[in-house]
């Protein structure tokens, strides 16, 4: 059975930091793409950042581009999402998610991430 994880979340205020992890059990991440995805109330559930767990391949959405940064650690299973200089337009559940690669590349679509974590909150104050 998969599991992912997530811990990390919190309130901050902004321009302040937080540090999410995500740990799968049941699922080698190694070799496959990882990624972190955030929904705010009302909102559909959008992508923040991906890796590919075996290359140098990551992606991030506009939005968070030179804020925020993801990176894995195969050996602990385990995923990290940096985020730093925190808005308030960042709240949002912050979800963690696994997929397949495709040739080595990963792709937005939830749609290819069949595993998902069950979320942790993120709230940022003005």
């Known amino acids: 059975q998969v599991q992912l994880v997530e811990s990390g979340g919190g309130t901050v205020q902004a321009g302040e930091s937080l540090r999410l992890s995500c740990t799968a059990s049941g699922y080698t991440i190694n070799g496959n793409c990882m990624g972190w995805f955030r929904q705010a109330p009302g909102k559909e559930r959008d992508g923040v950042a991906i890796?590919?767990?075996?290359?140098?391949?990551?992606y991030y959405d506009a939005s968070v581009k030179g804020r925020f940064t993801i990176s894995r650690d195969n050996a602990k299973n385990t995923v990290f999402l940096q985020m730093n200089s925190l808005k308030p337009e960042d709240t949002a559940m912050y979800y963690c998610a696994a997929g397949p690669s495709y040739y080595g590349a990963c792709n937005w679509p939830v749609g290819n991430y069949p595993y998902w974590g069950q979320g942790t909150q993120v709230t940022v104050s003005s």
């Open positions: 890796i590919y767990t075996a290359g140098p391949g990551t």
